[in-house]
């Protein structure tokens, strides 16, 4: 790639990425810090901030959504750690698809299956209904699950959707162990527990890190399962209920701006511990550990226990397809009717059809402004030799650590009347421009990942023959390049395309009026709609988990065909 090109590439990324990324969000911060005097002059102030912590609702709030996010990643990391070791020593009976199973959570979105939970652990739920069935509760006193333990069932429901995040970051940091390492302090008789706890799992903490830091980030901006458990008092849901006074109320822009700061101090410390490890320096291993051959009941163990994670994991979805066919189901086990109907009246909903025209927009239309833009950092990254080239790849992975309510929020303030972003609303206060934008710089880290590990796996030699025929830089391309990262592309863009479809804080905040809703705005409406609302919206979340299962699977066999999605 011609430097004058890689350096033309790279300052229109960065001109997009600090007006669309970094603006918002930086906007965000100076509204926290900025007072406005009588005559219409601003002034920096703490106020704000001061009295967010003076107030204790709002305290309680924060400190809520900081507990949620350390027990969320405690527990995540109870489930991950145990089942990437597992599956890193051992094979065992039915280990490659348990490996897939366990990963099951990844096609539902946290908050859709919040709505099958309550179902089945509400008073008169299929969990109560099972214990009085046994004789373990009483059918006069039922106990109110939801009511007790609300701040527990939110615990869980981002502990069941979150592990497979952790658990692949940490499957992936042991599968490039040394193994010499651990052999060596085998021979000089160090005992196993010994070795893991000094030599397996100080290797293995940048991958905890990297995907603990990931987990706390998103447990602690939770918009989605807190609204469905109707857990008002934790900051993320206080700012959604501020959204309606933003023009006069600070106190939105004080929350998420300690939100963020929270965010980016997690993410920088993961950065900063693993940068100051010398682990990360550590040669490449030049072998690979060979998993243990089990039998018996040793290989039954593991294959139980990732079975039972996957069991326990697939109870919210379990809720929400039974409540999506149920014709009754008030006091019992299972449903005492079942019914497609909900299915077919969901296709007649005023919200339903509409809200899946919208988002099949909105996300089409964000996977080609993040393909294109996702291509050019690729780019510049593998085939130029820019000295600043990687701090361009860093910079267009922020979205992973910067939470989407935070930009979200962002978003919705500068598309006020006289803000910058307001020309992005179009005619009848449409969203349209606003959430495409939003979507496309949120799913943008994944068509760079995609992109650069195919650009990496492809020999440059063929597009240099190319140019020296006297092939264009253009048409080098789109008859060579494009062709060989073909797959890779694709693959990034089914998952960029799948994750916008299912968004849930851009959605959620952006837009407001009923004929712009996307899917899971309509999903959250019609929870909330008299009669059989809930129903038609488990309906509604059942497509969204077949769309999303099949997303993955297509991504997972296309990228696998180049040897890995996000190989690097």
């Given at each position: 790639?011609?430097?004058g090109?890689?350096?033309?590439v790279?300052?229109a990324v960065?001109?997009l990425?600090?007006?669309?990324?970094?603006y918002?969000?930086?906007?965000?911060?100076?509204?926290?810090?900025?007072g406005t005097?009588p005559?219409?002059?601003?002034?920096?102030t703490?106020?704000?901030?001061i009295s967010?912590?003076?107030?204790?609702?709002?305290?309680?709030?924060?400190?809520n959504?900081?507990?949620l996010?350390?027990?969320?990643t405690?527990?995540?990391?109870?489930?991950?750690?145990?089942?990437?070791?597992?599956?890193h020593?051992?094979?065992?009976?039915?280990?490659p698809?348990l490996?897939?199973l366990?990963?099951?959570?990844?096609?539902?979105?946290?908050f859709?299956?919040a709505?099958?939970v309550?179902?089945?652990l509400?008073?008169?739920?299929?969990?109560?209904a099972?214990l009085?069935?046994w004789?373990?509760?009483?059918a006069s006193?039922?106990?109110?699950?939801?009511?007790?333990?609300r701040?527990?069932?939110?615990v869980?429901?981002?502990?069941?959707?979150?592990?497979p995040?952790?658990?692949?970051n940490?499957?992936?940091?042991?599968?490039?162990?040394d193994?010499?390492?651990?052999?060596?302090?085998?021979?000089?008789?160090?005992?196993?527990?010994?070795?893991?706890?000094r030599?397996?799992?100080?290797?293995a903490?940048p991958?905890?890190?990297?995907?603990?830091?990931?987990v706390?980030?998103?447990?602690?901006?939770e918009?989605?399962?807190?609204?469905?458990?109707?857990?008002?008092?934790?900051?993320p849901v206080?700012?959604?209920?501020?959204?309606?006074g933003?023009?006069?109320?600070?106190?939105?822009?004080?929350l998420?701006?300690?939100?963020?700061i929270?965010a980016a101090?997690?993410?920088?410390?993961?950065?900063?511990?693993?940068?100051r490890?010398p682990?990360?320096?550590?040669p490449?291993?030049?072998g690979?550990?060979?998993?243990?051959?089990?039998?018996?009941w040793?290989?039954?163990?593991?294959?139980?226990?990732?079975?039972?994670?996957?069991l326990i994991?697939?109870?919210?979805?379990?809720?929400?397809?039974?409540?999506?066919?149920?014709?009754r189901w008030?006091?019992?086990?299972?449903?005492?009717?079942?019914?497609?109907r909900?299915?077919?009246?969901?296709?007649?909903?005023?919200?339903?059809v509409?809200?899946?025209?919208?988002?099949?927009?909105?996300?089409?239309?964000?996977?080609?402004?993040a393909?294109?833009?996702g291509?050019?950092?690729?780019?510049?990254?593998v085939?130029?030799d820019l000295?600043?080239?990687?701090?361009l790849?860093?910079?267009?992975?922020?979205?992973?650590a910067?939470?989407?309510l935070?930009m979200a929020?962002g978003?919705?303030?500068?598309?006020?009347?006289?803000k910058a972003?307001?020309?992005?609303?179009?005619?009848?206060?449409s969203?349209?421009?606003?959430?495409?934008?939003?979507y496309?710089?949120?799913?943008l880290?994944?068509?760079?990942?995609?992109?650069v590990?195919?650009?990496?796996?492809?020999?440059?030699?063929?597009?240099?023959a190319a140019?020296?025929?006297g092939?264009?830089?253009?048409?080098?391309?789109?008859?060579?390049?494009?062709p060989?990262i073909?797959?890779?592309l694709?693959?990034?863009?089914?998952?960029?395309?799948?994750?916008?479809?299912?968004e849930v804080?851009?959605?959620?905040?952006?837009?407001?009026?009923?004929?712009h809703?996307?899917?899971t705005?309509?999903?959250y409406t019609l929870l909330s709609?008299?009669?059989?609302?809930?129903?038609?919206?488990a309906?509604?979340?059942?497509?969204?988990?077949v769309?999303l299962?099949?997303?993955?699977?297509g991504?997972?066999?296309?990228?696998?065909?180049?040897?890995g999605?996000?190989?690097?």
């Open positions: 790639m011609k430097r090109t890689a350096i033309t790279s300052v960065s001109v990425f600090a007006v669309f990324f970094i918002p969000a930086g906007m965000v911060v100076k509204q926290a810090f900025e005097k005559d219409g002059s601003h002034f920096f703490f106020e704000f901030l967010v912590f003076q107030n204790p609702i709002y305290r309680e709030g924060l400190w959504a900081f507990a996010g350390i027990m969320s405690v527990v995540t990391l109870a489930i991950a750690f145990p089942l990437a070791l597992v599956g020593r051992y094979n065992f009976f039915g280990k698809l490996g897939v366990v990963l099951v959570p990844m096609i539902l979105p946290p859709v299956g709505v099958g309550k179902q089945i509400g008073v008169n739920g299929a969990f109560n099972m009085i069935d004789g373990l509760m009483s006193l039922p106990y109110d699950w939801l009511a007790n333990g701040f527990t069932g939110i869980l429901m981002n502990a069941l959707h979150l592990y995040i952790l658990y692949m940490i499957a992936a940091a042991l599968s490039n162990l193994p010499a390492m651990e052999q060596a302090a085998e021979n000089l008789g160090c005992p196993p527990w010994k070795r893991f706890v030599i397996t799992l100080p290797l903490m991958g905890v890190f990297a995907g603990a830091s990931i706390f980030i998103w447990a602690f901006t918009l989605g399962v807190p609204l469905v458990f109707d857990f008002a008092r934790v900051a206080q700012i959604f209920d501020g959204l309606k933003l023009d006069k109320n600070p106190i939105p822009y004080a998420t701006a300690i939100l963020l929270v101090g997690v993410f920088a410390l993961s950065k900063g511990v693993m940068g490890s682990l990360g320096t550590a490449r291993p030049k690979r550990s060979s998993a243990i051959q089990t039998k018996g040793k290989s039954a163990a593991c294959s139980l226990f990732f079975l039972t994670v996957f994991a697939s109870v919210p979805h379990l809720g929400v397809v039974l409540l999506s066919v149920a014709g008030y006091g019992t086990v299972l449903p005492d009717e079942f019914t497609l909900h299915y077919t009246e969901a296709l007649g909903n005023g919200l339903v509409p809200s899946i025209q919208n988002s099949l927009m909105y996300a089409g239309c964000a996977t080609w402004i393909l294109m833009i291509l050019g950092v690729a780019w510049v990254v085939r130029s000295k600043f080239r990687n701090l790849d860093a910079v267009v992975m922020l979205p992973l910067v939470p989407g935070v929020f978003y919705l303030a500068l598309s006020q009347e006289g972003f307001h020309f992005l609303v179009g005619a009848g206060e969203p349209f421009l606003l959430i495409v934008v939003a496309a710089f949120r799913r880290p994944y068509i760079v990942r995609a992109a590990a195919g650009l990496q796996q492809s020999n440059p030699a063929l597009e240099e140019m020296s025929l092939a264009t830089p253009l048409r080098t391309l789109r008859r060579v390049a494009l060989l073909g797959a890779n694709t693959a990034g863009a089914i998952l960029a395309f799948a994750f916008a479809m299912l804080s851009d959605s959620l905040i952006l837009a407001q009026q009923a004929q809703y996307p899917i705005k309509a999903i709609t008299l009669g059989n609302g809930t129903e038609l919206a309906a509604l979340g059942v497509w969204a988990m769309f299962s099949v997303a993955i699977m991504a997972a066999v296309i990228g696998g065909k180049r040897g999605l996000f190989k690097v």
